[in-house]
């Protein structure tokens, strides 16, 4: 549309005489044609500013697919994640059972309290609820996954990649060229630029050439007073906005501040990438000593386990040692898999920021409902 002011504007009509006077039966055919010549650059400025606008909703669409990309590599990472621990409670509530029914058992036989039983029914009761609670949240992002691909896959597995890590070069300072939020953001501010000299060569004249015909059907052609006359003319034409009460003015400076805007988002979209790069290495650093650390504690929990076990039978520990230990192996296998898998969501947020989302995950020249996703 802006590049149409280079060519050749063409009109017609047809038109009456004055209703008021004799003339209002004639009828005027007119063509006119007008071909601009020179304008100080603002047709230049007005294709400039469509480009840059061009750029900045080319990089909102790569906006938009790194955050669906990420809703449904986060989404599969939660599946995963509420699949292991629903795996992890199932554990905890069969170990649960057993420990009832030894105390069912042993109350039976006299060899226990009554009570022992009971608060294995408790701790039971409380695991069933934890893992239907699990349960609950696995379901909710498989809906979500199944609203974001368009298919159910509850009966789907997925997969994480063992290079996930390696793709989101994690150590590798980001090229902010390459980010659509800074692509975005670098090209408001040529939109703004270009907007602010639109309006400053706004003030400036306009120089065209304007050809006209005209044909009178009826009546007088009021051009050469010639009845059922045909006229053509061409002249040179110079126009110019000299004054619209400071309205000019006070475009310029509003197109100033929109650039000073615009500079201050990038300025603000770099600092948040960067502020988004410290803390999730920051972040996956101490998630990692966490495993560390939680890999010994689900070792050493394993082992108190089995010396209670030992101790119950010969009277030395109550139920409620037993169910304690059997809880502590739950919570400490189920605080080491929310850890590795804080780590992989933390990963794919990662490569969102970085503006790596599409090679880390293939994107590239694949085509997403006509439109050819670009490196």
């Given amino acids: 549309m802006a590049k149409a002011q280079y060519y050749p504007q063409l009109t017609a009509g047809i038109s009456t005489g004055d209703l008021t006077t004799g003339e209002r039966g004639r009828q005027l055919l007119t063509l006119s044609a007008t071909q601009l010549l020179y304008d100080f650059g603002k047709v230049k400025s007005s294709v400039d500013t469509q480009q840059a606008k061009l750029i900045v909703e080319q990089a909102n669409v790569l906006v938009s697919i790194d955050d669906i990309a990420y809703q449904v590599a986060s989404a599969v990472i939660n599946i995963e994640r509420y699949q292991r621990i629903s795996q992890i409670g199932e554990q905890q509530v069969a170990g649960i059972q057993r420990i009832l029914d030894i105390a069912n058992l042993r109350a039976n036989a006299g060899i226990s309290s009554q009570a022992d039983p009971v608060q294995a029914e408790s701790y039971l009761q409380s695991a069933q609820s934890s893992l239907i609670a699990q349960q609950s949240l696995l379901r909710q992002y498989q809906q979500r996954l199944r609203?974001?691909?368009?298919?159910?896959?509850?009966?789907?597995?997925?997969?994480?990649?063992?290079?996930?890590?390696?793709?989101?070069?994690?150590?590798?300072?980001?090229?902010?060229?390459?980010?659509?939020?800074?692509?975005?953001?670098?090209?408001?501010?040529?939109?703004?630029?270009?907007?602010?000299?639109?309006?400053?060569?706004?003030?400036?004249?306009?120089?065209?050439?304007?050809?006209?015909?005209?044909?009178?059907?009826?009546?007088?052609?009021?051009?050469?007073?010639?009845?059922?006359?045909f006229y053509n003319s061409i002249m040179l034409e110079a126009s110019s906005n000299f004054f619209q009460g400071g309205a000019v003015a006070a475009q310029v400076k509003s197109a100033s501040y929109a650039e000073e805007a615009a500079r201050s988002k990038v300025n603000t979209v770099y600092l948040d990438v960067l502020d988004q790069l410290r803390t999730t290495r920051e972040n996956i650093e101490n998630k990692q000593r966490q495993i560390q650390v939680l890999s010994e504690r689900q070792a050493t929990t394993v082992r108190i386990r089995e010396l209670y076990q030992e101790q119950y039978k010969l009277g030395t520990r109550s139920v409620l040692d037993l169910l304690n230990a059997e809880m502590a192996i739950h919570a400490a296998n189920n605080e080491l898999e929310t850890a590795r898998y804080d780590i992989y969501n933390s990963l794919v947020q990662f490569i969102q920021t970085t503006g790596r989302t599409r090679q880390a995950y293939q994107l590239n020249h694949l085509s997403i409902q006509g439109f050819e996703v670009q490196p």
Avoid at 209 to 229: E, F, I, T, Y
């Fill in 147 to 229: 609203t974001l691909l368009g298919f159910d896959v509850s009966n789907k597995n997925w997969t994480i990649p063992e290079n996930l890590v390696q793709s989101s070069d994690l150590f590798r300072d980001p090229e902010f060229n390459t980010i659509p939020k800074m692509i975005s953001a670098q090209a408001e501010v040529e939109v703004a630029k270009s907007q602010k000299k639109q309006t400053q060569l706004s003030l400036y004249p306009t120089l065209s050439v304007k050809g006209s015909l005209s044909q009178a059907l009826n009546g007088v052609n009021p051009n050469n007073n010639k009845d059922d006359g």
